[in-house]
């Protein structure tokens, strides 16, 4: 057997992922386990992530989660080379159960250890779906924490942001109109769903941050959530029925033009030919099919992984670790600790 | 045989390598900080680092001993998740134990004794021995409330005192913190024999702070 296999681990939210990768000398990343604990239906109640909820989640599944990886790849812990965990961003509580069981394996088994930025790990979720990034890319991270564009130059040492939310983050905007619909936590899949029965030209929400004199690349989804919520109370007050797939349909087209419209336009102004969209709201099936017809439009490469690899995950977190052994980067110290506000550029710590 | 013992239950982080024989625990080296935010960061560290001291290294290993707590959150799981995945990766046991407890195990004496430390949000963890046996407790309240409950103490320890108003003639004994050498002498004759751990589940005593959302909050004036 050739090839180095790399551990990832994740928990900056409320999964609890492991993977494990097999990367060659030929860049060649091959996904060997993906082993996810989520802590969702926990949340559920309280209609948002609670980070002691999450981290308490999060000690109990470590354990567990690593030994299902193991099996999964029919590995052994003797055979892993080098372990990759998320050090931020996300939740501090969180992050510091990844990091410290992270950091207890690789003294054990005396590897290399790497903390890594977990936005990374969404942009090098997809190279184990379609294989090498080209360079540069461009990548829309949306999910329930995130809304991002960033310039990829280089998976292990050159990331830009160059646009991001002022506010609410997509998945968060799905999270809240859900709330308003009476639809369950999280907000994205029914949602989703009810949009398909709904025209998504019922209602014309408004696009945040498209204004002439609005930041080209930024986002901004909190006036849009009040505008639904307005419009909702109003037909309330009215005493008539809401008519939820209208809603959804209307609010879900809003969300899907900004975010497409914005990824393409800085696509086409940096003259990149690769959009890579990742993240939970990625599952978006308005999202991705608006995405593919405007960027065949534009000539523009998309890629898109499967929804599983876009959902937080630690085969992405692997990953990262494998492009990271590839260039050769330094390792982190045994003193490595959590950043919640790790910035985007900062890959490896 | 050669333990290892670590707890984060209070504003130190504690790491020692003990060696434990029929006479009883020993300790070879220790590292300990106190810094309430350091946990994650140092634990690692200083495992590694008393190991060295002690001439040995992770393979030479045989069991861990782990303080579960009661601890402010999260500094506790640091401790918890570092003491659980050595324990898979050098395939040995690790054997928890109450922080309270490894406190108690250093004072002498067969007199009552109450221990008590800091839980933060002006309330302190305590429980309460006699002859080296946990009679009450682990529990979290205002110590107010505490010296309320509790007629006579005579004898008390852990980093919680100075938080309680206790009369002038109660004696103050042992240390602030759990040190290896109390984990490990609390954790009993299973590690010398050993036997089975029991799991290793943290003793937080609180429920998490959360609240279900109430009715939806208006954005238009009425
Ligand atoms: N089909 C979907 N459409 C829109 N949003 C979705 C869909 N599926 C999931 N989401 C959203 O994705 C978010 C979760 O994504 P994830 O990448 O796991 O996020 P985070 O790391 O922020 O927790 C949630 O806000 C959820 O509502």
Redesign the interface.
């Known amino acids: 057997m050739t090839g180095k296999v790399v551990l990832g681990i994740e928990s900056s939210c409320d999964e609890t992922g492991v993977g494990l990768v097999r990367v060659d000398n030929s860049g060649a990343v091959e996904l060997l386990a993906d082993e996810v604990a989520s802590s969702v239906e926990l949340h559920a109640r309280y209609g948002g992530v609670v980070p002691e909820v999450a981290s308490r989640a999060h000690l109990e599944a470590m354990v567990p989660t690593m030994h299902r990886a193991l099996r999964t790849a029919d590995l052994r812990l003797a055979d892993v080379d080098a372990i990759a965990v998320t050090c931020g961003p996300g939740l501090a509580g969180a992050l510091l159960v990844g990091v410290s069981a992270a950091k207890a394996y690789a003294a054990a088994l005396d590897v290399p250890l790497y903390g890594v930025n977990h936005l990374a790990g969404h942009v090098a979720a997809d190279t184990l779906e379609h294989g090498p990034l080209p360079k540069p890319c461009l990548a829309l991270l949306v999910s329930g924490g995130h809304s991002q564009l960033l310039r990829v130059d280089e998976l292990a040492s050159k990331i830009t942001e160059i646009g991001s939310t002022i506010d609410d983050a997509a998945g968060e905007a799905y999270d809240k109109v859900a709330r308003l619909l009476d639809l369950p936590y999280p907000g994205g899949p029914p949602i989703d769903k009810a949009a398909r029965e709904g025209d998504p030209r019922a209602i014309a929400f408004p696009r945040g941050m498209t204004g002439p004199r609005d930041a080209k690349f930024d986002f901004s989804f909190s006036g849009l959530k009040t505008a639904v919520a307005r419009w909702v109370e109003a037909r309330e007050r009215s005493g008539e029925a809401v008519p939820v797939a209208d809603v959804a349909a209307s609010f879900q087209e809003a969300v899907a033009d900004v975010l497409t419209a914005k990824a393409v336009r800085a696509a086409e102004e940096l003259g990149i030919g690769t959009l890579v969209i990742s993240g939970g709201v990625a599952a978006n099936s308005r999202l991705s099919a608006l995405a593919a017809e405007r960027c065949a439009a534009a000539g523009i490469q998309l890629r898109v992984p499967r929804p599983r690899l876009c959902t937080d995950n630690g085969a992405m977190i692997a990953a990262v670790g494998a492009h990271l052994l590839l260039a050769g980067s330094a390792p982190s110290s045994l003193e490595l600790s959590a950043n919640p506000a790790l910035p985007v550029h900062t890959i490896s710590v | 045989m050669l333990v290892l013992a670590l707890d984060t239950a209070t504003p130190a982080v504690t790491a020692g390598v003990v060696t434990l024989d029929d006479e009883g625990p020993r300790l070879l080296a220790e590292r300990v900080t106190v810094d309430a935010k350091a946990?994650?960061?140092?634990?690692?560290?200083h495992?590694?680092d008393a190991l060295a001291e002690a001439g040995a290294g992770?393979g030479d290993v045989d069991a861990i001993v782990c303080g579960v707590g009661p601890g402010p959150?999260?500094g506790l799981?640091?401790?918890?998740?570092?003491?659980?995945?050595?324990a898979?990766?050098?395939e040995v046991p690790a054997y928890p134990v109450c922080s309270l407890d490894a406190i108690a195990a250093d004072v002498p004496g067969e007199a009552p004794l109450l221990v008590v430390t800091d839980a933060r949000r002006r309330e302190v963890y305590w429980a309460s021995y006699l002859a080296g046996n946990r009679v009450e407790g682990p529990r979290v309240q205002r110590p107010a409330e505490l010296l309320a409950e509790l007629g006579s103490v005579t004898r008390v320890a852990g980093g919680g005192v100075s938080l309680c108003e206790f009369p002038a003639a109660v004696e103050v004994v042992g240390t602030a913190q759990p040190s290896p050498v109390g984990l490990v002498r609390a954790a009993g004759s299973p590690v010398l024999e050993g036997a089975a751990p029991a799991p290793l589940t943290?003793l937080?005593l609180r429920r998490?702070?959360?609240?279900?959302?109430g009715a939806?909050k208006?954005?238009?004036q009425a």
């Open positions: 946990h994650g960061e140092l634990l690692t560290p495992l590694r992770m959150f999260t799981r640091a401790g918890m998740v570092t003491a659980a995945a050595l898979d990766a050098l943290p937080y998490p702070d959360a609240v279900e959302p939806r208006r954005v238009s």
